[in-house]
C-alpha cells in the first residue's frame, strides 16, 4: 500500500462538505456509523448494494470509515462496503464539477457571442478560476481559456475508488481513520496534519487532515485538476473528450506515475485494481434524485443473497465479541 503523494497537500482545497444540495440540485444525506453494521444498515434502508447499482446510488455523504472495518472477516464484503461508502461521493464530487464546466461553457459561450458579461456571470468566472488555479483573463487569453476548460473536467469515478483503496488500505490505515485522509495528500504546515511514524529525519511534512471523507474527495479531485504534475493526465482527458472516445480510469490511471515515487509500478496497481474489481462498470452509474427511503426490503426479502442482505451480515459477523 502505498501513502502519500509526492505533491498533493500543497493544493489542496479546505471547502465545506455539501450536506444540502449540490451539482444540479441533488440533495444530499449526512451520515455517520460507527460501525460497521450501522453502515449497512443504512445502506440497506436505501436498498443500495453492489446488486443494485443500476437503480441509482444514493447520494449520501459519509463523515468518516466506521473504525471497525478491520473486523469485517471477509474480504469481499470489506472491499465492497469501502467502493460503497465511496462511490456517492464520488459521483457527487464529479457532478459539481460538471456544474461548474457547463456554468464555464455557457459563460464563453454567451461572451464570445455578445462580446460582453453581466457582472454575476463575472463573479462566477473568477470564482471558477480561482478554484482551478488559472491566473490569466480566459475571455482574452486563449491559451487561458485552454488551459481553464483541459482543467474544469470530471475524474472517472473507477480511477477515484482505485486510488482511495490504495492509499487508505480499503478505510482501514491511521490516515484514513484519525485524518478522513483517502489519497494521502501532504500538508508542509505544522500541526495541520499527522506525522507519519517512518517519517524521515528533518522533513517537515505532514499527512493533511480533513473534516470530513468528503473533504479529502474534492481536495484529490482539485489536486488531479490543477497540479502540474498531472498535466499529461489532463491533456489526455482533453484529447479522448475531442475525439469522442470514453474517458475511463483505466486509461487516465497510466498518467498516475507522479503520483508516487513508486512511478510506473504505482500505475500498474492502479490499474490491476480497477481491472480486478470491475470498477470500470462504474461508468453509467447515476445518483438518484429521491434520498427518500421508500424502496427499504421487506423482511422476508432482507433473507436474499444480496451484498448487503441479512444472510450476508450473518456470514461475516464475528463468531465472538471483539
Known amino acids: 500500500m502505498v501513502i502519500g503523494t509526492l505533491f498533493g497537500a500543497l493544493f489542496a482545497c479546505d471547502r465545506k462538505p455539501v450536506t444540502a444540495e449540490t451539482g444540479d440540485g441533488i440533495a444530499s444525506q449526512p451520515v455517520k456509523a460507527n460501525h460497521h453494521r450501522e453502515l449497512r444498515q443504512v445502506f440497506n434502508q436505501y436498498n443500495y448494494s453492489w446488486d ?8 449520501l455523504i459519509l463523515s468518516q470509515f466506521p473504525n471497525d472495518l478491520h473486523l469485517i472477516r471477509s474480504t469481499e464484503s470489506k472491499k465492497r462496503l469501502f467502493f460503497l461508502s465511496l462511490l456517492p461521493m464520488a459521483l457527487l464530487a464529479n457532478e459539481e464539477i460538471n456544474s461548474q464546466r457547463r456554468t464555464l461553457l455557457d459563460i464563453l459561450s454567451e461572451y464570445d457571442s455578445t462580446g460582453g458579461l453581466g457582472q454575476e456571470q463575472l463573479a462566477e468566472l473568477a470564482k471558477i478560476q480561482a478554484y482551478y488555479r488559472v491566473k490569466d483573463n480566459p475571455l482574452s487569453n486563449r491559451r487561458a481559456r485552454t488551459t481553464l476548460l483541459r482543467r474544469v473536467d470530471t475524474i472517472p469515478p473507477a480511477m477515484i475508488l482505485a486510488q482511495a483503496a490504495n ?9 484514513a481513520q484519525r485524518a478522513n485522509n483517502l489519497f494521502g495528500e501532504w500538508t508542509f504546515t505544522p500541526g495541520h496534519g499527522l506525522v507519519p511514524e517512518n517519517r524521515p529525519e528533518g522533513e517537515t511534512y505532514e499527512v493533511r487532515r480533513f473534516n470530513s471523507l468528503y ?3 474534492r481536495s484529490y479531485t482539485r489536486n488531479i485538476n490543477t497540479h502540474w504534475a498531472y498535466q499529461p493526465l489532463r491533456q489526455l482527458r482533453e484529447d479522448l473528450r475531442k475525439d469522442g472516445e470514453q ?10 506515475d507522479m503520483y508516487s515515487t513508486r512511478r510506473e509500478d504505482y500505475t500498474r496497481e492502479i490499474v490491476g485494481l480497477i481491472r480486478s474489481n470491475r470498477l470500470e462498470q462504474l461508468a453509467t452509474v447515476r445518483l438518484r434524485t429521491d434520498l427518500t427511503p421508500n424502496n427499504r426490503p421487506k423482511p422476508d426479502e432482507a433473507q436474499g443473497v444480496g451484498l448487503l442482505s441479512s444472510r450476508a451480515l450473518l456470514r461475516d459477523a464475528p463468531t465472538s465479541p471483539p
Open 52 to 59: 443494485t447499482l443500476n437503480e441509482g446510488i444514493p447520494p
Open 167 to 175: 492509499e487508505s488500505g480499503w478505510g482501514t490505515s491511521r490516515f
Open 215 to 217: 473533504q479529502s474527495v
Open 247 to 256: 474517458i475511463t480510469g483505466l486509461i487516465l490511471a497510466t498518467e498516475l
